[in-house]
């Protein structure tokens, strides 16, 4: 029987730093996932093991994977897809947002909004998710709540629209206002926020004198915002003008039941999704996936490839025959996983919403789709505009198979973007990226998972426009410029600097030379 309970599939974002592993180990908790976050190990190692979920979940026996973290809170199913934490791999980010129906963008409350919130706000608005905004850190002092909506009002141009009002300034965090209802939902600490916080709600007359004060202070900017116009429109909200926002504390796992609530209440579940020719699924009709993951080296006792794809329309039941879209070959999906249940690694089913890993998918890519029935094809993850770039070549040459064999996979699963052209030859491929750490994940990978370690040579290039075949042509030779092809077909030219862009863009009005979406921070 499939399982028809509701699902909530969404991604934390945030600068580094703002809490998203403390908010994710805190979410965990509060659905009844672990019992006692880092009561076991104290403060100390919470952070390491919330850090890596893998860990996480060999510790207190929970369904995690790398991917995933899977729970049922108020019978509907909650998929939270994890994103990686460093600026470098935004490009990643940017992947799983693909497979996500909102976001959570965490704010350090003490920080305001960081260059990575900017930038990760702007990636939703792209690609149109809705994002529920969370002051964290509201038990240490900050800016003032006012000030908070503020910011994110003129810097990101979307409407905050508070659904809860902190009662006691930040460091000084009591509980909080819920504006919805007019209730006073009080906290009480725990030692070191190890538990879930008992919380006590109660309507304004029961308010307690020691909170008095606060509580006034709360409902008076309450009016104010009541006044102009930052309550909550549900429409407005999916339609990316507004963002809910709430005060927590992840830490002290204050105000993290309000969040879940809101996810279930306010968040969009999964719906109809258009594929690139225009024809829609809707999540009824037949099984189509979408791979927004491709990863290996996860378990060093064997080669393991993993793509992890969202299921956006029908059940999945494993064994199934399916078709990989791009080439129109079947695809066997008995090595189907589920990113939940830890003893049991196969999954037996799943739905539109849910992640679903392919061991050993050598076929799948990145932004491919797998379905049964008529052909479907999801749009591609568009790439970001590379700002880095070095020449790898082998260390040693008697080792170029394997050489070939690793730039390959870490090409497939996106960790860089790979250059060619017929001048270079594939002795050394050129490597873009838009961060320097994705560098480093290919050295170290290369060295240790493909047994081939490699030279990287940084290029001047610090700019690429997206050209095609008669670009190619036309700017060869042109100063300060070099034309490559990544292995998706594109041709990107690369300028030392923007200036030279901008003028080979003058000087040869007739090629294309786009520019591609910013990633960098
Ligand atoms: P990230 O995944 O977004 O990078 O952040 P992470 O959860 O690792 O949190 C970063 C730091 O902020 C950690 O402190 C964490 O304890 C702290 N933190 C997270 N949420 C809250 C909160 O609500 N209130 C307060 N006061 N601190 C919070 P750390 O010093 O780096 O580690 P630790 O020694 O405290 O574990």
Redesign the pocket.
């Known amino acids: 029987m499939p399982d028809k309970r509701p699902r909530r599939t969404f991604a934390v974002i945030?600068h580094?730093?703002?809490?998203?592993?403390?908010?994710t180990e805190a979410l965990a908790l509060h659905a009844r996932v672990i019992t006692e976050a880092g009561a076991v190990h104290g403060?100390?190692d919470?952070?390491a093991t919330?850090?890596d979920w893998m860990a996480m979940e060999k510790a207190r026996g929970i369904s995690i994977t790398s991917a995933a973290l899977q729970f049922v809170y108020r019978d509907h199913v909650v998929n939270l897809v994890d994103t990686p934490?460093h600026s470098d791999f935004s490009e990643d980010t940017y992947r799983v947002l693909s497979a996500v129906d909102s976001a959570v963008m965490?704010v350090d409350a003490g920080k305001g909004l960081e260059p990575q919130t900017l930038k990760l706000f702007k990636v939703c608005a792209l690609r149109g998710i809705p994002v529920i905004t969370v002051i964290?850190?509201?038990?240490?002092p900050g800016l003032s709540p006012l000030a908070l909506m503020d910011e994110i009002e003129r810097q990101i141009k979307l409407r905050p629209t508070p659904l809860t009002w902190p009662v006691g300034e930040a460091g000084d965090f009591r509980g909080v206002l819920d504006r919805r209802t007019g209730e006073f939902v009080k906290y009480t600490r725990t030692a070191g926020g190890a538990t879930r916080a008992p919380e006590r709600r109660m309507s304004a007359d029961e308010v307690e004198d020691v909170d008095a004060e606060a509580w006034a202070a709360a409902m008076d900017e309450h009016e104010l915002l009541g006044l102009d116009d930052a309550d909550h429109d549900q429409k407005r909200f999916l339609a990316g003008e507004t963002t809910p926002v709430m005060f927590?504390?992840?830490?002290?796992n204050f105000g993290v039941a309000q969040l879940l609530d809101l996810l279930l209440d306010l968040a969009p579940a999964p719906s109809a999704t258009a594929g690139v020719d225009g024809s829609v699924r809707e999540v009824e009709d037949d099984f189509s996936a979408f791979v927004f993951k491709v990863q290996s080296g996860m378990n060093s006792s064997h080669r393991d490839r993993m793509a992890y794809a969202r299921v956006v329309s029908g059940t999945f039941e494993r064994g199934m025959i399916v078709t990989h879209a791009s080439t129109g070959r079947p695809f066997a999906t008995k090595y189907a996983q589920s990113l939940f249940g830890r003893e049991t690694s196969a999954v037996e089913e799943a739905s539109p919403g849910d992640i679903i890993g392919f061991v050993n998918a050598q076929a799948l890519r990145v932004g491919d789709t797998v379905h049964l029935g008529d052909k479907i094809e999801y749009p591609p993850v568009p790439s970001f505009a590379p700002e880095h770039f070095m020449t790898a070549t082998a260390r040693d040459i008697g080792r170029y198979k394997q050489f070939r064999r690793g730039i390959e996979q870490l090409d497939q699963e996106g960790v860089v973007q790979v250059l060619r052209s017929d001048l270079r030859g594939d002795q050394s491929p050129v490597l873009a990226a838009v961060g320097p750490l994705q560098f480093e994940v290919v050295e170290e990978r290369m060295t240790h998972e493909f047994n081939s370690p490699i030279r990287l040579t940084r290029l001047d290039y610090q700019v690429a426009r997206r050209t095609d075949a008669d670009g190619a042509q036309e700017l060869r030779g042109a100063r300060g410029c070099e034309v490559l092809q990544r292995t998706d077909g594109t041709y990107l030219a690369l300028f030392i600097d923007k200036w030279r862009a901008n003028n080979a863009a003058r000087e040869h009005p007739d090629v294309l030379l786009e520019e591609l979406p910013a990633g960098g921070a």
């Open positions: 945030s580094p730093d703002a809490g998203k592993s403390t908010l403060k100390g919470r952070r919330v850090s934490g965490l964290n850190k509201w038990d240490r927590a504390s992840a830490l002290q």
